[in-house]
């Protein structure tokens, strides 16, 4: 299928449907990247590899009087340390004579059917039959510390995994004090950069600018994955648009702190080193002692960045999110924050929650606020048990009511977290993350507790399992608000402090593990004060995230265009909120937020008794629309068709149905104006040949005419309105 040796050649290629992979076992056993891109035959493109005498790029001491080899200049699958690679490495190793160098070659290969797995982090899986994995095996001769790239297949959707695993089969201790993912050498192409940085209430904006002669950094030191910089990058042609041109989309599948370094090279060669961030990171290997990198998720169309983003939506849908949910409707929920914050008791509770079910609203989630002592956001957290003053007869008879009502029931939880005023504190200070003798940093007024401690997961897993056995949960919102410091565990010796923050997020990962397993029928939604840790890794326990703090439906559409770059709409976490809006103040129709929160998972996060009889009337019309588009929406081809960071008098998205016979459009007038100009659009993912009507309209389009010819729409007026078109395909007529 996937993955062929050339013995002739030393050849290993890689294939999917539509790109090409080829790596070449070169002399003195260099693994040297050879080609990622369109579709070709397994030629052996080591023609192209012509070397000189570049000055200053020394060769390897086997070619030293050939002078022309050198690790400086090869495109290599991963680098070495320390020998003779000025670009990025890989890797950066302590051995136990002092020495900073690690030189791998090649010892062997073999190749899997299936696609291998990462011990205790999530990774892409195969549904059966769909993956195929390749091992190389290198080594260094003189520590025998060995390294193991994987290779993952997966050919249906173009798509490309990696992972490292380093193996110390010396007999001294090695510390690893870098190991990254992914090496991508691109030895050639005009590359632009794309990324997603942001702030809180503002994540994932995208910036697009062509590579400079430097190295260029992407990176979270959060010890998550952060509101700053997602852990997504793609490199692509200069002249690449939506629809055409070459990319190349890099995605770490981790949900730690992270980097991704990108280098434009004395050539031009383009080095891309992705994984786990090098600042405060070390991790000491004892001999025998094996550590795997997380995974990194590669892409290429030569077909523009929609069918890059359509081969992520379905990767990330079909092959990393897992469980009941990942492709079932997910329910439309109401969340309590907006309407009530911490100030709720149940009579409270439940008037919000009968008008919502008397509108259509599927599942109630009771947010933040419902434990401990908790009036606000400075105390509480860690003490997992009812609020008795404002829930006086606890949970259970609340969920009745609300299941009574026709409702599911979900709530929110933050257990990674535990307030200095708190129960929880007060018996096991030892148990958050803070540097002995010293005042660590105090986030939202809480700290972080250790999840590197078993005995510390094992709690949390005790309480919140209870929980969820006691009570009719059938929702978790798991969200976590402020990032990681003061880093220091009570548990390890000082000569491992530096692996604290992976261990934690493999203990974030475990716990999930634990309570997803015992609680599959669970739904759970992915926090971190919006959207701060919106990963792939976070996708295989949470088919959704929620996306943003920011719940404006203006400054959504930036954020979920952003975020759609590699993210489905399935995973979305997106609601209808009051107006004015409680972040911006800014006063929106509520048919526009609807339809910007159906580009979604869709819910409400508002107080519904304060609706109107006419905003009551429409937010119904809304959740029938949203239910009956519900597929087309989240299975759909989803399709940017303006640029927001452009700052547009209007922007627009849709989605097409995959086999052409119906789609939806949604506009959205940033700007009116007197006199304004019209509005085009042109249509994407349509059936040329077919005929289609849009809903409630007569006139008969030719698909070929509003993909190409495009759509005008009528003037409108008002502050931000915005239209909704469902376009089915019809018989001639
Ligand atoms: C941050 C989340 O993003 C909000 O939706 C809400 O759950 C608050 N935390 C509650 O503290």
């Not at 699958?77 to 003779?84: A, F, L």
């Not at 399935?570 to 929106?588: F, K, L």
């Not at 209007?650 to 939806?664: I, N, P, V, Y």
């Not at 949604?666 to 019209?678: E, H």
Request: aromatic fraction near 10%.
């Amino acid at each position: 299928m996937g993955i062929n040796y050339h013995e002739a050649e030393r050849l290993l290629t890689l294939e999917t449907r539509s790109t090409a992979y080829q790596m070449k076992i070169a002399p003195m056993g260099i693994l040297c990247h050879q080609y990622y891109g369109r579709r070709i035959r397994a030629t052996d493109l080591s023609y192209l590899d012509r070397y000189y005498d570049r000055g200053f790029s020394g060769p390897l001491y086997e070619y030293r009087r050939d002078r022309t080899p050198s690790l400086d200049t090869l495109p290599q699958e991963y680098t070495s340390c320390g020998v003779g690679d000025y670009r990025i490495n890989s890797i950066d190793v302590i051995n136990a004579d002092g020495s900073q160098c690690a030189d791998f070659r090649y010892v062997g290969h073999e190749i899997r059917a299936g696609k291998y797995a990462i011990p205790g982090m999530p990774s892409v899986y195969d549904n059966g039959g769909e993956m195929e994995t390749l091992i190389v095996t290198l080594q260094d001769p003189v520590t025998r510390l060995t390294l193991r790239l994987y290779y993952g297949v997966l050919y249906e959707r173009d798509v490309i995994t990696r992972c490292a695993e380093l193996i110390n089969e010396g007999t001294e201790p090695i510390v690893l004090n870098k190991a990254a993912s992914l090496c991508l050498d691109l030895p050639c192409g005009d590359w632009d950069l794309m990324h997603f940085y942001g702030r809180h209430c503002l994540e994932r904006q995208v910036e697009r600018s062509p590579l400079p002669h430097s190295i260029q950094t992407i990176s979270s030191t959060r010890g998550m994955t952060s509101h700053h910089h997602n852990c997504f990058a793609i490199l692509c042609d200069h002249q690449a648009t939506e629809d055409d041109g070459a990319c190349c989309g890099m995605m770490l599948v981790y949900s730690g702190s992270h980097k991704i370094e990108i280098e434009q090279d004395q050539m031009e060669s383009v080095r891309v080193v992705m994984g786990i961030h090098d600042q405060q990171f070390s991790w000491r290997l004892e001999a025998g002692a094996s550590f795997f990198t997380p995974e990194c998720i590669l892409s290429y169309s030569a077909d523009g960045l929609a069918q890059l983003s359509h081969n992520f939506h379905d990767t990330l849908r079909h092959n990393v999110c897992r469980g009941r949910w990942k492709l079932e409707r997910r329910p439309v929920l109401i969340n309590s924050w907006e309407a009530t914050y911490c100030d709720f008791d149940d009579q409270k509770i439940l008037r919000i929650a009968r008008q919502a079910a008397a509108l259509g609203v599927e599942l109630f989630v009771l947010d933040d606020g419902w434990f401990g002592v908790r009036d606000d956001d400075n105390q509480g957290l860690g003490d997992w048990y009812v609020n008795r003053r404002k829930l006086p007869d606890g949970l259970a008879p609340v969920i009745r009511q609300i299941n009574e009502m026709g409702m599911k029931f979900g709530l929110w939880m933050e257990p990674e977290m535990v307030s200095e005023d708190s129960d929880l504190y007060r018996a096991h200070p030892d148990w958050a993350l803070t540097v002995p003798g010293r005042k660590p940093m105090m986030g939202r007024n809480q700290l972080a507790l250790d999840l590197s401690r078993q005995d510390v997961r094992d709690y949390l897993y005790g309480v919140l399992s209870d929980l969820l056995r006691e009570n009719h949960i059938e929702y978790i919102k798991w969200d976590m608000n402020r990032c990681i410091s003061d880093v220091f565990s009570r548990l390890l010796p000082s000569g491992r402090q530096g692996e604290v923050g992976h261990r934690y997020v493999l203990g974030v990962y475990d716990l999930l593990e634990r309570l997803t397993g015992e609680f599959p029928d669970i739904l759970v939604e992915n926090c971190a004060g919006g959207g701060g840790r919106f990963d792939a890794a976070m996708l295989a326990f949470s088919p959704q995230i929620w996306c943003s703090d920011d719940t404006d439906a203006v400054e959504r559409v930036r954020i979920q265009y952003g975020t759609s770059f590699g993210y489905p709409v399935s995973t979305m976490g997106s609601h209808v909120s009051a107006s004015p809006n409680h972040q911006t103040g800014r006063t929106t129709p509520l048919h526009t937020r609807g339809i910007v929160a159906m580009s979604g998972t869709f819910g409400y996060e508002l107080d519904p008794t304060t609706l109107t009889e006419a905003e009551r009337e429409e937010v119904r019309r809304q959740i029938a629309d949203f239910k009956r588009y519900y597929w087309l929406i989240q299975d759909g081809r989803y399709y940017r068709l303006t640029d927001p960071m452009k700052r547009n008098d209007f922007d627009a998205w849709q989605f097409a149905a995959r086999d052409g016979s119906e789609a939806l459009l949604n506009l959205i007038v940033n700007r009116t104006q007197a006199n304004a100009q019209q509005f085009r659009i042109r249509w994407k993912g349509l059936d040329p040949d077919g005929f289609y009507r849009i809903e409630g309209e007569d006139t008969l389009f030719t698909g070929d005419a509003l993909m190409y010819g495009g759509y005008a729409f009528p003037l409108m007026s008002g502050d931000y309105p915005a239209v909704q078109l469902h376009l089915v395909r019809v018989e001639e007529a």
